[in-house]
């Protein structure tokens, strides 16, 4: 699938898509985030930083953090799609503003392979065969209580 950034609508549009989170192709491709607020198109920026090692709770992941600094009004111009669980946008941006959105199809769930939750519609008929914990020592299954510190 590759990399792609999140868009999010934060207030209604008119005629437009639903407040929530879209995914699009059309900017940088960097998991960046953005998202739209007064017809602007806005970025979330973001530094990173070194984790002191007394502040590390795994020895591998987590050597860094993002830390939030604040947003940036891109002034977008042009074309960007973006595209949810169930639908297909595009919208028109000229000189930073919104200036129109058109929806191009809808996505329509399959009911019997349904992907609302990460388990599906039906998850809590489902069973997880298998969960495990990391512990500073190493992982540990769910069903390992004896084990788990956390």
């Known amino acids: 699938?590759?990399?792609?950034?999140?868009?999010e609508i934060v207030e209604n549009i008119e005629n437009g898509p639903l407040v929530g989170e879209y995914q699009t192709k059309s900017l940088?491709?960097?998991l960046y985030t953005y998202y739209i607020k007064d017809n602007r198109l806005i970025l979330k920026m973001y530094k990173y930083e070194t984790?002191?090692?007394?502040?590390r709770k795994h020895p591998i992941f987590g050597i860094l953090r993002s830390v939030y600094i604040g947003d940036e009004d891109t002034n977008y111009h042009g074309w960007i799609d973006i595209y949810g669980v169930d639908e297909t946008w595009k919208l028109k941006f000229t000189d930073g503003e919104l200036m129109k959105s058109e929806f191009?199809?809808?996505?329509?769930?399959d009911p019997d392979n349904s992907t609302i939750g990460s388990l599906g519609e039906n998850s809590q008929d489902q069973e997880v065969e298998y969960v495990a914990y990391w512990t500073g020592d190493g992982y540990v299954a769910e069903d390992?209580?004896?084990?788990?510190?956390?």
Do not use: C, F, L, Q
């Open 104 to 109: 191009v199809e809808a996505h329509p769930r």
């Open 1 to 7: 699938m590759g990399m792609y950034d999140t868009v």
């Open 144 to 150: 390992d209580n004896d084990n788990y510190e956390g």
């Open 28 to 30: 940088e491709n960097s």
């Open 51 to 55: 984790v002191p090692e007394e502040e």
